[in-house]
């Protein structure tokens, strides 16, 4: 099971359950990953509803590297994500949530 407390959230890929966490280190590659935007346009971004399919696969790849898992965006395009580009974004919104607040803050909550 994923921990809140820790920032963690799980994902089903291709049948396989995956915890994904965005650690210091998966941060700051997708802060690269996002070239001249930042962050907190990226959080702006998800709390407008305004974010885009590169926006979640970004954040679900840096979510599973910060997980442990040593594969690339590209592993992802024929992969099978439960519940979809819902389920991904879902996904993506928890994990930015988790990563800024504390569970007792609304963490469960997607953005």
Same mark, same amino acid.
């Given at each position: ?17 995956? +915890? $994904?966490? &965005?650690?210091?280190?998966? =941060? ?7 070239? *001249?935007?930042? @962050? %907190? ?14 926006? +979640? $696969?970004? &954040?679900?790849?840096?979510? =599973? ?7 690339? *965006?590209?592993? @992802? %395009? ?17 994990? &930015? ?12 909550? *997607?953005?």
């Amino acid at each position: 099971m994923a921990n809140p407390w820790t920032g963690e959230v799980a994902l089903v890929i291709d049948g396989e359950r995956h +915890v $994904l966490k &965005l650690t210091l280190g998966a =941060l700051a590659e997708l802060e690269a990953s996002l070239g *001249a935007d930042s @962050l %907190v346009c990226l959080v702006e971004r998800f709390e407008a509803g305004q974010f885009s399919s590169g926006d +979640v $696969l970004g &954040l679900i790849v840096a979510g =599973l590297r910060g997980g442990g898992w040593r594969g690339q *965006a590209q592993d @992802l %395009v024929s992969a099978e994500i439960e519940g979809g580009l819902v389920g991904a974004a879902r996904a993506a919104g928890q994990l &930015l949530v988790r990563a800024f607040s504390t569970p007792d803050a609304g963490a469960d909550d *997607a953005v």
